[in-house]
């Protein structure tokens, strides 16, 4: 039988390691996703900033920023976050075009193009 996971039981536990060690990057990286999926955008975005100043050379952290940015309504933010992600390497541009937490920057011709281009690089 599968454990049903509590949200919040895990982001207390995973607040309590990151208390004793802010730079142990998968909790951070963790808690940014359990904070974003609770609905808990700016702690989210919080998570996100500091994993990119933790592995400033991480594709999916800038690609995870960017996700945040976007989910905060900071769009110029987060197409710049996302082209920073795929010169740093992040190259799925399926999953890109269809993360719902990229729906609001369809309409940006930059987003298009970011798309096109890693589809034909």
């Known amino acids: 039988m599968a454990r049903k ?3 919040e039981w895990e982001i207390g ?3 309590s390691i990151y208390r004793r060690d802010p730079h142990y990057e998968d909790v951070v990286a963790i808690l940014g996703g359990l904070y974003t999926r609770t609905g808990r955008i700016a702690d989210g975005l919080k998570m996100d ?3 990119v100043r933790i592995c400033p050379r991480d594709a999916t952290a800038h690609y995870n920023l960017a996700c945040s940015l976007a989910l905060s309504e900071r769009y110029r933010d987060a197409l710049k976050s996302l082209h920073q992600a795929v010169e740093l390497g992040y190259a799925d541009y399926d999953w ?3 993360d719902p937490d990229l729906n609001c920057l ?3 011709p930059e987003f298009s193009d970011l798309v096109q281009t890693m589809q034909h690089p």
């Open 106 to 108: 369809h309409d940006y």
């Open 5 to 7: 996971t509590d949200p």
């Open 49 to 51: 900033r500091r994993m």
């Open 13 to 15: 536990f995973f607040e």
């Open 96 to 98: 890109m075009e269809n």
